[in-house]
């Protein structure tokens, strides 16, 4: 059986995950004292000593400070059930800051059977600004449903797209995890039928992939 070349839209493929910019906490300095004194001919006053303090706000705690190796994050079996084919090694994307987010990739195409798989890690500066981020991907994201157990929050989706006659069936799953969110895309084609995974297949695969990065992620350092 001789394998087919990928259409021109799959192999331009890049991650769907946008890149967050994550916003620094300023720290309040400390009390700062100032005194003024007066000084006469005969006598020398010293005017009492005035402190003004600012509000200080204490650093937010981050469970997460640094996003984990992502080409770890599940297991090679895993990648090799749902990705037949592909090197269970990964490929790490470049990334402009890999201690807020780091993404591994793993596709293939087995026969006339195409598999791609993106597993990221997001970290935010608090729990409130992951939480935030989570609502809005899961917004941006409509017709899926929660996923129980799958971190503090979870989500998925699953949506077929056709394109000149080729289905693509793609699923994502969100997790929010303390102040780090983890992003798993999965989707599939058939080349010779030109239909795409049911939607189970794709589903149940996307959600594994997110628990095994999920207990990644949890198994890692802390703040």
Do not use: H
């Not at 006598?43 to 509000?55: D, I, L, N």
């Amino acid at each position: 059986m001789r394998s087919l070349p990928l259409p021109l839209a799959l192999t331009a493929r890049i991650s769907p995950v946008a890149v967050l910019a994550c916003a620094g906490w300023a720290l309040a300095s400390g009390p700062l004292a100032s005194a003024q004194s007066d000084t006469g001919a005969a006598t020398t006053q010293k005017s009492p000593s005035r402190s003004q303090s600012a509000p200080s706000s204490a650093a937010v705690s981050k469970t997460y400070a640094a996003a984990p190796a992502p080409c770890a994050g599940v297991a090679a079996k895993t990648v090799a059930a749902l990705v037949p084919g592909a090197k269970t090694a990964g490929k790490e994307i470049p990334s402009t800051d890999t201690t807020l987010r780091r993404t591994c990739s793993w596709n293939a195409l087995k026969g006339y059977d195409y598999r791609w798989l993106d597993v990221s890690f997001e970290l935010m500066d608090s729990d409130e600004a992951a939480l935030a981020s989570y609502k809005e991907r899961v917004g941006d994201k409509s017709g899926g449903g929660a996923v129980p157990g799958l971190g503090d929050e979870g989500y998925s989706v699953v949506n077929l797209v056709t394109e000149d006659k080729q289905q693509t069936r793609e699923g994502a799953v969100f997790a929010r995890v303390a102040n780090a969110l983890v992003v798993v895309t999965y989707n599939g084609s058939d080349f010779e039928t030109k239909k795409a995974p049911g939607t189970d297949e794709i589903n149940k695969g996307a959600i594994k992939a997110a628990k095994e990065a999920v207990d990644a992620l949890r198994a890692g350092p802390k703040s």
